[in-house]
């Protein structure tokens, strides 16, 4: 009899293999779970410190621009004092011109009355002008030092503040990021390089290597006066100036303003000449010959006027000051040095910040190098997880140096004319068309993200491990 087989019942190790292959497949979602996690979190943390390293350099930017705004205020400051000065001096060389005038003519009739008039009339507007040229030399002098001050309080706000700056930046960005104190002794430093070696203030104090920076800006002062204030000397025109053989005349406006130097213990002084005198000719001969021989002066007006008492017009005796007007009319300007006014109170061209000797011919900082760090337990991966942490840890080959996530970013200040509108319009450009370097009369810093170095990159791995 034929007996019916049965199907055997399997057998065998399916679940051991099925846990072996479960185990693995959560082993590489893991893997894969921690590697996008550290990608997100680098890239996060380094945009944390880009952005935190392009503030700090943008605040050193904004600085450099500040004082280079405040440095050009106190210029125009400056040259508004050399006008003050000018129009009072030309406003007393006018009074005395009347005065002279109706001295020698009031007798006259009809012609006397009107010059009579005139006099009357200009010495009450000099009256009245005058004083209000010292109240405003008084109130540009007060300016010049709130510009001084205000330069003082900027440079050491942005010194003092751009560490607390950065880290406030840095928590920002990332809540969870760090700005470590000891992994950023390289910020610490580029700081002070930025704010107390590549930049000066400068007075005249200087030392004679610093010097050179004072007498600069006191020249760019000089060249930025106006044509009133640097040179109002002309010849007047017919009748004032005739040639009419055998005689022949002229009549010169001299006049202009100065900025004295009284050494370097003394502050500066402006001050200021205007005169106007008649020339006299005559062609003579004698034997040595027939020739004009040289011009009489007959001193019409005169005034002088200076902004203190340090400098006394009288014992300079340059011929190239005041428009040389001490050259074209000597006898007036002997006259306007020995009635010399002073108007006003003037402490002198004020200390100011520009580029070290250092910076010289630069165009951009060193870089300024920010360091953000992100601890391994906040990154959220599976090494958080106490109970993955002895026996199964998946993060184990993203063990991270010093247990922390580290970035570094470094950025510059640079200084460029702004090349788009330069395109657009010439004047952005400079006229003689020459380069331009790193300055603090312009207002052109600019800042951009640059390159770490490769010893950047060495002290802060070194510090890391360290930490």
């Known amino acids: 009899m034929n007996r019916i087989s049965m199907p055997l019942k399997q057998q065998g190790q399916s679940l051991v293999l099925s846990l072996i292959l479960m185990s693995f497949a959560a082993m590489t979602m893991l893997y894969s779970y921690n590697t996008s996690k550290l990608n997100i979190e680098s890239t996060k943390l380094q945009h944390t410190a880009d952005n935190t ?3 700090v350099a943008t605040i050193a930017a904004r600085d450099f621009n500040f004082k280079a705004y405040t440095n050009r205020a106190s210029v125009a400051n400056q040259v508004a004092i050399a006008q003050m000065v000018g129009l009072s001096s030309w406003f007393n060389m006018t009074d005395r011109f009347a005065q002279n005038a109706c001295d020698t003519l009031c007798w006259v009739p009809y012609l006397g009355q009107v010059l009579s008039g005139i006099q009357s009339a200009v010495g009450a507007i000099n009256s009245v002008a005058q004083p209000v040229f010292e109240v405003l030399i008084y109130a540009e002098n007060a300016i010049l030092h709130a510009l001084t001050l205000s330069q003082q309080i900027v ?5 003092t503040g751009s560490v607390a700056a950065a880290q406030k930046i840095a928590e920002a960005n990332d809540g969870s990021a760090k700005l470590e104190l000891m992994q950023n002794t390289l910020l610490a430093d580029d700081i002070f390089n930025i704010w107390f070696t590549f930049q000066k203030l400068h007075s005249r104090s200087d030392s004679s290597d610093d010097a050179t920076q004072f007498n600069d800006y006191k020249g760019v002062i000089l060249d930025s006066r106006d044509p009133f204030s640097a040179r109002r000397t002309y010849k007047l025109n017919f009748p004032w100036s005739l040639s009419f053989f055998p005689i022949r005349w002229k009549t010169i406006k001299a006049g202009g303003s100065e900025l004295i130097s009284n050494g370097n213990s003394q502050a500066e002084s402006w001050t200021s000449m205007d ?8 062609f003579r001969c004698s034997w040595s010959g027939c020739r004009w021989r040289g011009y009489s002066e007959t001193e019409l007006g005169w005034g002088a006027t200076r902004t203190d008492n340090r400098a006394d017009i009288e014992d300079i005796d340059s011929k190239d000051y005041w428009g040389e007007s001490r050259r074209n009319n000597k006898d007036a300007s002997k006259q306007a040095a020995e009635e010399q006014e002073t108007r006003g109170m003037y402490s002198g061209v004020q200390p100011f910040y520009g580029l070290s000797n250092s910076a010289y011919q630069k165009n951009q900082t060193d870089n300024i190098a920010v360091v953000i760090s992100k601890k391994q337990n906040d990154l959220r991966t599976t090494s958080s997880i106490p109970l993955a942490e002895e026996q199964i840890n998946p993060a184990e080959n993203e063990k991270l140096s010093g247990d922390r996530l580290t970035a570094l970013a470094t950025a510059q200040a640079y200084y460029s004319r702004p090349n ?31 390159e770490p170095t490769n010893t950047e990159k060495s002290v802060v791995l070194f510090l890391t491990r360290a930490m």
């Open 53 to 55: 390293a392009y503030s």
């Open 155 to 159: 440079h050491y706000a942005g010194a």
């Open 275 to 282: 005169t106007i005198s008649f020339h006299l000719s005559k």
């Open 420 to 450: 788009d509108l330069m395109s657009l319009t010439h004047s952005w450009s400079r006229s003689d068309g020459r380069h331009e370097y790193g300055n603090l009369y312009n207002p052109f810093w600019q800042t951009r993200l640059s």
